[in-house]
């Protein structure tokens, strides 16, 4: 079946560190890749998505390429705030498939 | 567009009641709709699938008898906890399906969540 595996954290960064978070995926045919962003005691908001291989999906400055030779799908910002200290989920889905969430990771970001 | 809502967005119960929460697509009709479970700093638990007008499918180990959902409508699910226990105290989440299927990935709008403690 679908899984997604994603790294762990916490992550602890300073203020306008660069961010990668990790994440490969298993799955079947063509998955579309979300990256999911979740702030503190709300539900989970759209970050970035990408439908097919080589795709790059891209907003408020991060960035997920949708790499289907090395199944990855990692979350970067070149240069990261306090206001993005959150949980990122990676998942996969699309079509007829149910969303298939990563573990989460914790970013913290330190002023 | 596309703004799921949900009501309670917090709500403290006694163990042995029954609670409800209501999940609303505001700005289109959901074909389906899912509700799922999070503990604390732990990722998104699908329990169930809501088709409208038909049987919610739930998830292995989930208990239909006591999470009972209702897709009344295209715009509403409701999601009751029936005698509720502590370990029922939760973040529960729904999320929606667009009817009309201008994400042509299927793409799920979710809803803020809702806090269940019960006392």
């Known amino acids: 079946g679908d899984s997604v595996t994603q790294m762990e954290g916490p992550v602890t960064l300073s203020e306008e560190a660069f961010l990668t978070i990790n994440c490969t995926y298993t799955a079947t045919g063509y998955p579309s890749l979300f990256w999911y962003v979740q702030y503190p005691g709300e539900g989970l908001q759209l970050l970035l998505k990408?439908?097919?291989?080589?795709d790059k999906g891209s907003n408020k400055g991060f960035e997920a390429t949708y790499r289907k030779e090395t199944t990855s799908f990692h979350l970067e910002k070149g240069s990261v705030q306090v206001s993005d200290s959150a949980v990122y989920f990676c998942a996969l889905g699309g079509s007829a498939r149910q969303l298939t969430f990563g573990s989460g990771t914790q970013l913290t970001v330190l002023p | 567009g596309a703004v799921v809502s949900q009501h309670p967005s917090w709500v403290i119960c006694k163990s042995g009641t029954s609670v409800k929460i209501e999940c609303r697509s505001l700005d289109f009709q959901a074909t389906t709709m899912f509700w799922y479970r999070q503990f604390p700093k732990q990722s998104l638990m699908l329990m169930a699938t809501?088709?409208?007008?038909?049987?919610?499918?739930?998830e292995q180990g989930v208990e239909k008898d006591k999470f009972l959902i209702n897709h009344a409508s295209l715009t509403l699910s409701t999601l009751t906890v029936t005698s509720a226990h502590p370990e029922d105290s939760s973040f529960y989440i729904c999320?929606?399906?667009?009817?009309?299927?201008?994400?042509?990935?299927?793409?799920?709008?979710f809803g803020p969540g809702t806090r269940l403690t019960v006392l």
């Open positions: 809501s088709n409208e007008g038909s049987k919610a499918t739930y």
């Open positions: 999320s929606a399906r667009d009817r009309s299927g201008r994400s042509s990935y299927n793409e799920q709008f």
């Open positions: 990408a439908t097919k291989a080589d």
